[in-house]
Every structure is written in C-alpha cells, then in structure tokens.
C-alpha cells in the first residue's frame, strides 16, 4: 500500500456510511463508526442549545442594567447554559464521537466489547436530552447548573426532578461508555499492540472511562437524594431539620470535579496525536504523557472541596484539599512540557489541527495556571463567585476542550466522511475562534479580579464593568462565527469535498491504514503490530519504497 | 469483495459467539470484566449514600441510636441470613452450569429466586411496621416521646430521627429495587437454562448474574449492622 | 467447600447480632463493621471466586473501588471531623 497521495477510484466502494441505506439502518445500527456520528449529531445540536443560552447571557450584560430579561429569567439562563454545556455537549462530546469512532480502529479491534450497550448510551443520551429540552421549554431549572441545596431541595419552585431525572439518564450514557471504552481496551488490543505501543489518545480515554465509571454514580445518588428530599421533606440536606447543605456540596463536586477532567483529559489525547503528526516526531516522553493521564484521573478524585473553601468547611480540610489541589497541576503541566518539547525541532506544518492544537496548549496552560491562583486559600477567597472562576474554567473547557475536540474533528475528518475540509477555510476558521475566544474571556479575568459577581443580571452599582463586558460579547459574536464556519463546510464537504485518500496526513496509527471512510468492520483481517507507535521517522524516510513493518491488510 | 459477515463452520456450533470477538474466550473475559466494572459503578452508587450515614451517624449518634432501636433486629438478622442462603444457592447454580446439572441449575435458580422474594417480604412488614408507627419520613412523621438508649430520661430529636428513617428508607429502598432488579435477572437466567442454552463451555450469564447478585447481598451484609444495630444495649 | 463458607457466614451473622446487645461502647461500631467486613470478604473472594481469579485485573477492580469508596467518605470526614477543632 503505497503511502502517496493516491487518487481513489471514481466509483465508491462499499464503506459503514453506504453499506445499508435508510433510517432505521442507522438508529438500529451496532457499529460504532455510525454510533459516533448519531452522537455527533445530537451533540452539536445541545452545543448550539447552549450557545444561543450564552449569547442571551452576554447581550444582557452589554449594559449594567437588567434590561433585556428578568432576574428569574437571567437565573435560567446560565442554569441551562451550564447543564447543557457540561452534560450535553461537552462529557459526552470527545469520547462519544472520537473516541467511539476511533478507539476500536487505534486498537486493531473489529468493534468495541459491547456494541449493543453502545447503542444504549447512544439512546440514553438522548432520552435525557429530550427530558432536558423539555424541562427548559416549560420552565426550565434556575439553581444554576450546580443546583446547590437547600434552594435547589426547598425554595426553587423551578423543574428540578425533571432536569435532574435527565441528567441522570445521561449520566448512566456515560458510564456505560466509560465501562465500553476499558473492556475493550483491555480486552480487544490486537495482537502486538501492547500497552506502551498504544496512541496515547488510547491512554486518555482509558483514564477518562476510570472517571466516568467511578464518579458519575455519585452524582447520580445525589440527584436521588435531592429529588427524595424535594419530595417529602427529608431534611438530609435541610439546615431547620438538621441537615447539612455542605454534604450536599460534597457529594456533588466528589463527581463535578473530576467531571472537569472527564472533559479536559479526551481533549489531551487528540492534542497528543496532532501535535505528534504535525511535527512529524515521536512524541516526547510517552511514558510519561500516558501515566500522568492516569495521575491526572486519580488525583483528580482528592481535590473536590477546592469549590466549597468559602462555603464554610473546615479551615483544616481546606488546608489539605488547597495542598492535594497544586498537587493535580503536576501531571497537567508535565503533559505541557511533552508537548513543547516534542514540537522541539519538529518539522511544523501549519494545517487547521495543528492551529487548534495550539489555540489548546496557549489557552489551556492560561486555565490551568489560574486555577492555580484558585487553589491558594487567600486569593481564593478575594475571586471565588465572580469573573475570575468564570474565566479560568472558560479558558479549560472552551479554549482547551473545545479547541481540542475541533482540532480532532479536523484531523480526523477525512476518515470520517471520506472527504478533505476546505484547508484555507478551516484556518481562517481556526483563527476566527482564537480571536474570538481570546477577546470574550480575557476581559472576565480582569472583570473578576475587579470584582464583579457572577451569575449576576444587573451590574448597575458597577457601570466602569460595561468597557470590558461589552468586550466580551464583541468577542462573543466572534466566537460563534468561528464556530460557525467549520458547521457550514463540514456539511459543503460532504457533497462537494474532496475525496480523501486512506492517510492524506500521513500520520502514524492503526486507524490511518484502513479506507477513507473504514468499511464495516474496519479491519479485513486482524493485524498484527510489530512497530512501535509514532513511528513518524519509519512514514518520512526517504525509502518509501523498502519493506515496511507496517503491512496491514485493508479492507477494499 | 468479500461479505465479512458470512458465518465459519464452527460459529454455527457456538451462535453465543459474537462476530467483533475473535474467541469464546475472549467474550467470555470481557463480559466477565464488563459486570465488575458495573459492581465497582454500583459501589460508589451505594458509597453516597453510606457518607451521607457516616456524616450523621457521627452528628446525631444518641438520636439515630434510639431510631436504630425502633427497627426490628430479629427481621433484619433473619433477611441477612435468607440472603447468606440464597447466595449459597447461586454459587451452586454456578457449579451446576459448569458441571451440566441442568436440574440442578433450575432447582438453584428457582431457589434463589424464591429466596429473594422471601427477603422482600420480610422487607414488606418491616416497611408496613414503619408505616404504621408513623416512622415514615414526610408530612405524618413523628417520633415523640422516645427515650435514648442508655439515657431513660433523655428523648431523641425527632428531626434527627427523620434523618435516620430517611436515609434508612432510600437505603433500603435501593437495595429492594436492586433485589426486584436481580429477581428480573435470574427470571431470565432461569428461562435460558429451561431451554437448555448453558453448557460447561458456555454459562457466562450464569456467572455474571451470580456476580450480581453476591454484591446485592454484600451490600445488605453491611447495610445490617449499621441500620439494625446501631445500639441496641438496653 | 462452599457449604463450609455459608456456614461460617450465618455464624457470624450471629455473632454479631448477639454483640450487639452486649455493652462494649465504642467497640460495639467497630466489631460490627469488622464482622460485616469479614462476611462480606468471604462472600467475594470464595462466592464471587476472586481469590481463584485467573486475571489480576478482577483483583485490581475490585482494590479500586474500595480505594475510591473509602477516598469518598475518608477525605469528606477531614472536613467534619475538623470542623469544630479551634
């Protein structure tokens, strides 16, 4: 198989897009290729759902006063920018779409251990969806995504049971896609692929299936408990019945915190593979970058009281969880120094991916430093509820995790669909975001450090915020522009795209060496890995034409 | 091109054998480690619930005590010890599979089976005990009037005791809905081995429902003493 | 094999149903949660056939959510046990 740019042949050959036509061909579907691209569907439909929440949010606060909605309403709206961001866009979004696509392929692997329980996910995802989207349509949830007790258990008159049933049902989406995602990676490597020749895309997913089997549950009761305590006047949670509010907030963030890495670690896997392919270079310290993924999803399990410092905890507790807090940067911040050190003499190229992947290292170091400055008590004190925090999990999720997934969708896509993106659009695109981006959220760092509240409608008492606030939303426009654009000639490059040959990057991975788009079952006969991974000086020697370790059967 | 799907000689002898696994074995191992990864979930799943215990139980000891003290022991020792047997019922049916006693098999499922059923019974006069009592959290709870254990002239804080029925109600609760879960469980493993589908070289359901339902029963091993007897000392 | 198990559970089962009658203060919490922790390791290792395990990973599974349950309620009691110190 000759590594070249090859023209394909004009008549399609049979792949999982055109293998069976028609609907129930796809909601009845087991394989996995289509089970991402249902996800990625209905994923992309809840972003921009909770993108058109962010832009009311933002056109309220271009002037200090509560002009545009109402306090009630204002509450709604970043309650469900919140839950649908976090549970409907941004857990699922990597591992449901890449990682189900991919990781069977990047393994050798037919499938993944449990199709049919992948199609489950798929359809609880959904049906907690729905019960989402109609819980916002008659009234929605105003506690804000946290849903915090006792408002959340004893004040709110708002749909809390519904919106909590459906992030439930999400939940169980989610950890079933975590226990897919380890059976079958310890299970269904080919043989050969043993654990150190893995793509560490493949090591990110595994730590983040850990997070998802083990902290998802936990949320999971707590939602129980708090739609039990909403019901009949429990009083776990009620301070008048002697309940604590606080144990609330620990049951809660015991999984929202190691939520943020369920979110943040996929997106360090894709990095890892483009910044390795567009540098055309092993990446530097493998062993490394795998186990701080690991670390990362342990560590992450010990700092959960970092968001309760101000809400009354021990002083003491506090002291060890700011402690165990700096401690959970360590594994982040090795990944970065890989990285960097890894684009070290590299041979760059600068196609959409890779920009993405830089947007993430710039952006995500940001994030990842100012939650730093969150972890010490004393500063923590000064910015807890206002802008900063706002900033700093902003920069995380949208300038890492996004960055990251769209920089994934890229570098991937011709595999995916058969068909190259339009490359000067996809970098205009790429910049677009980074602009926009970087003009919406830098000015919250300082809004914050001000010290202007968050989750507040009316800033009035502090009219010198409106400068930056308008800056913001400015921003804010940019930014849905820029993601926008790679919507619009995804869908053009369908139809009118390129067809893309098998490996139009020539990158390294099992997935590379099967067709564009991969047939059913991806492999026609099980391979057999003999080389190591990032093999990138073996795919650019000048000797193209030598024996190379990496004959793979692919299905034609 | 070849039709990948076409069926080899010896899939047609074992149609358990899924297509994406290359060998028996390598389904039965994944499934295997797939229903201990879903134990692990459950574990947290129950964990909350049992830190939301250990916070109050610490708070509000004397009160959960004369609570626990309200709680019938000798239904609950019994419940332990119908789960200890049914669980011994399972790890037979177990060997039965492997060893190809398919009336064995049956008697045991059955047997555990009815064995559940005997456990949410005994579950059911407890919580109509309860219910009668006015012990039930909500609008009619009250707890008047009782003496702590040790302390004769001391009386609990019927706020605190509502806390103690709660999270008894919800744990329980749960662990009864997990039950009525594994009933439906074995109903089926129970309808496969009477079509004679479990062999020695293929019984994982058996195994991974067995897996199942020790952990229900490990669950209640420890929801037993810290519920019944929290302190019972006259 | 299995028998002998099931035996030694219902005794304990009750051993620690009689303790808890007998007046032993603090000890009382500690010997039911050990007797608890006993049955219920016996239950998984002979009943659950963890300690004839072919795979190390069943073990490591298990270790794992043990280590995540008591991380649970070990590091949310740091902040009770010390709430009232000072």
Request: hydrophobic share 50%; aromatic share 16%.
């Amino acid at each position: 198989m000759s590594m070249d740019i090859a023209i394909p042949q004009p008549v399609e050959r049979e792949n999982y897009l055109n293998k069976k036509y028609g609907v129930w061909s796809w909601l009845l579907t087991t394989d996995h290729k289509r089970i991402a691209l249902l996800y990625l569907l209905s994923i992309t439909f809840f972003f921009f759902i909770g993108g058109f929440f962010a832009l009311l949010i933002r056109l309220e606060l271009l002037t200090p006063a509560g002009d545009l909605v109402q306090a009630d309403t204002y509450n709604k709206l970043f309650t469900m920018h919140g839950m649908v961001m976090v549970f409907f866009f941004l857990i699922p979004s990597i591992p449901a779409v890449l990682g189900n696509f991919l990781v069977p392929m990047m393994i050798g692997a037919k499938d993944l251990a449990f199709p049919r329980v992948n199609l489950l996910s798929w359809y609880l995802y959904v049906i907690g969806g729905v019960l989402m989207l109609h819980c916002m349509l008659t009234g929605g949830v105003d506690t804000g995504w946290t849903f915090y007790a006792p408002y959340s258990t004893n004040f709110t008159n708002t749909k809390i049971v519904e919106a909590g049933l459906a992030i439930f049902i999400a939940g169980f989406s989610s950890i079933l896609t975590g226990l897919n995602f380890v059976v079958t990676i310890h299970r269904m490597r080919a043989p050969g692929m043993t654990w150190s020749r893995l793509p560490l895309f493949i090591w990110a997913h595994y730590a983040t299936s850990i997070i998802q089997l083990l902290g998802t549950p936990v949320v999971a009761v707590t939602i129980v408990l708090v739609a039990a305590e909403r019901a009949l006047h429990l009083g776990i949670f009620d301070p008048k019945l002697g309940g604590d509010p606080l144990l609330f907030q620990h049951l809660f963030w015991f999984y929202s915190h190691p939520a943020v890495y369920i979110m943040i670690l996929p997106s360090m896997g894709v990095v890892t593979e483009i910044i390795a392919c567009f540098s055309r270079k092993r990446i530097f310290g493998y062993s490394f970058i795998a186990f701080s993924s690991i670390a990362i999803a342990v560590f992450g399990f010990l700092v959960w009281a970092h968001h309760m410092f101000v809400a009354g905890m021990s002083v003491y507790a506090a002291l060890v969880f700011s402690l165990l807090s700096y401690a959970v940067a360590v594994p982040s911040a090795i990944k970065v120094f890989n990285w960097t050190a890894t684009l070290y003499k590299g041979s760059i190229h600068y196609d959409a991916p890779m920009l993405y992947a830089f947007g993430f290292l710039g952006l995500f170091t940001i994030g990842g430093l100012t939650g730093l400055f969150l972890s010490a008590l004393g500063i923590n004190v000064h910015v807890t509820d206002t802008y900063f925090v706002v900033a700093h999990f902003h920069y995380i999720m949208v300038g890492g995790a996004v960055m990251g997934y769209l920089g994934g969708m890229h570098f991937w896509w011709p595999k995916i669909s058969g068909r190259l993106y339009p490359e000067g659009w996809a970098r205009l695109a790429a910049l677009i975001v980074f602009i926009g981006f970087n003009l919406t959220f830098f000015p919250q760092f300082l809004l914050g450090y001000m010290g202007m509240p968050r989750r507040y409608y009316d800033y009035s008492h502090m009219p010198e915020f409106q400068v930056l606030n308008v800056l913001s939303t400015a921003g804010a426009t940019v930014l849905g522009v820029g993601y926008l654009l790679p919507m619009v000639y995804f869908l053009w490059s369908m139809r009118y795209g390129k067809p893309a040959p098998d490996n139009p990057w020539n990158a390294a991975g099992l997935e590379w060496m099967t067709a564009s788009p991969p047939t059913t079952f991806n492999f026609e006969e099980e391979p057999v890995v003999t080389w190591e991974a990032y093999n990138y000086e073996e795919l650019d020697s000048p000797d193209k034409d030598a024996p190379r370790s990496q004959e793979v059967p692919v299905a034609r | 091109m070849p039709d990948s799907t076409a069926v080899l000689p010896q899939e047609e002898q074992r149609p358990e054998l899924l297509h994406h696994f290359s060998d028996a074995e390598q389904q039965r191992d994944a499934s295997s480690l797939g229903m201990w990864l879903f134990l692990a979930t459950e574990v947290m799943f129950f964990g909350g619930l049992f830190c939301a215990y250990l916070v109050y139980r610490r708070w509000y000891f004397a009160d959960f005590g004369a609570a626990s003290k309200s709680i019938d022991a000798t239904l609950g020792a019994t419940n332990t010890a119908v789960l200890i047997c049914s669980s011994l019922t399972v790890v037979l049916a177990v060997w039965a599979a492997q060893t190809a006693r398919r009336t064995l098999l049956l008697l045991m499922l059955a047997i555990t089976m009815l064995l559940g059923c005997a456990f949410l019974g005994i579950k059911a006069v407890e919580y109509k005990d309860k219910f009668e009592e006015h012990h039930v959290p909500g609008a009619s709870f009250s707890f008047e009037h009782v003496p702590i254990p040790g302390h004769p002239d001391q009386y609990a804080n019927p706020r605190h005791a509502q806390i103690f029925f709660s999270l008894y109600f919800v744990m329980t609760g749960l662990h009864a809905l997990h039950m009525i879960i594994g009933l439906g469980i074995f109903s089926w493993l129970l309808s496969m081995a009477w079509k004679g589908r479990f062999t020695p070289e293929y019984h994982t359901p058996v195994e991974i429902g067995g897996l199942y339902w020790h952990f229900v029963d490990i669950v209640w091993i420890y929801l037993f003493p810290l519920l019944y007897l929290i302190d019972r000392h006259p | 094999m299995y028998f002998g198990i099931w035996a030694a559970l219902l005794i304990f089962t009750f051993v620690t149903y009689k303790a808890a009658f007998i007046e032993l203060g603090r000890f009382n919490a500690a010997v039911a949660l050990g007797i608890a922790t006993l049955k219920a390791t016996l239950v998984a290792l002979f009943f659950m056939h963890v300690w004839h395990a072919g795979e190390k990973l069943t073990k490591v599974v298990v270790i794992s959510a043990l280590f995540f349950l008591l991380l649970l309620l070990g590091l949310t009691m740091t902040d009770y046990a010390t709430r009232l110190w000072s």
